[in-house]
């Protein structure tokens, strides 16, 4: 009697926890003691791919793009526009000044006296340019004397007092030969008058005819030399 009276109220116990239990699972949960799973079970579903095909994959391009571009510019900002002054046009070089020609030249003799000895004497030879261009004078004139209208003698040797050098003559300029002449008398010849001298200059083959400053005695004897002719110079010698 006392056995089954001990294991009725346990029965009852345990049916009371139950009904507790599944009214505070809301029918979600249950317990395995009242016969029913405690692990809440979910519905089937689709399974899941491993992974999500929505992102985007980057397909490289083979060719150039030719949308412009929309950033700045790595490389340095427009540059003002480079500005160089005018130069004036060159003008050409003038030629070099040929050298002078016999008819470009008018000629003139002028004595000097006071540098005269007892069988020798000076002249200055001229020569002035009387043309419209420049043109120059280098080295030594050839002199022949003259009587009657023919030289005579021996053409001229040259005077040392003067060296050669490169005369630039302007329209009006002039420039000067120094001319030495010995005595006919000191030289066993025969003494004709000479009255004109026949100047060549350099860098030229005519002769002009030039006045002599007073008559002179000349050898006529193509052997005898009576006259030595310095180079041209922009001013006389001086002795």
Known sequence: MIHSWQGRPHRSATSRLCG???VLAAGTLTLSAC???LIPTLEPSATPSTRSSATPTATPTTGPSTAPSTGPSSGPGPQPPQTTAPQPPSSPRPPKPAAC???QLTF???????DSGMSSFFWDLSVTNAGTQPCTVNGYPTVLLVSSGQPVGAASGLEPRAQPSLVRLDPGQSAF????LTQAGAHVCPIVPVTELAVTPPNN????RVATPSPIDGCNDATTQLVSTGAFAPTPVAF
């Open 101 to 103: 020609t016999t008819d």
């Open 35 to 37: 016969g029913v799973p």
């Open 108 to 114: 003139g003799l002028q004595s000097r006296p006071f």
């Open 177 to 180: 030969s120094l001319l030495h």
């Open 205 to 208: 083959d005519q002769s002009t």
């Open 20 to 22: 507790t239990l599944l």
